[in-house]
């Protein structure tokens, strides 16, 4: 993941790993918006407030990606 910010499944495991605590609501809702917006997984991750997520989940992004 760190050498291919588009590897999607790599990412995919991370975001998926319980330390995160991510809900698999607002997993299922950041990879439908990736996929809408044709967009890698890590391309919507930093988009998060144009996808519907909730607050917490969208903060939770946010925290991952810095």
Do not use: H, W
């Not at 790993?17 to 930093?46: C, H, Y």
Request: no cysteine.
């Amino acid at each position: 993941m760190l050498a291919d910010f588009d590897d999607m499944s790599s990412l995919y495991r991370i975001i998926t790993m319980p330390v995160f605590d991510l809900q698999a609501r607002d997993i299922a809702s950041i990879l439908n918006f990736a996929k809408r917006s044709n967009l890698s997984l890590f391309e919507a991750m930093e988009q998060v407030d144009a996808s519907s997520l909730t607050e917490d989940g969208k903060e939770r992004y946010t925290a991952l990606l810095r």
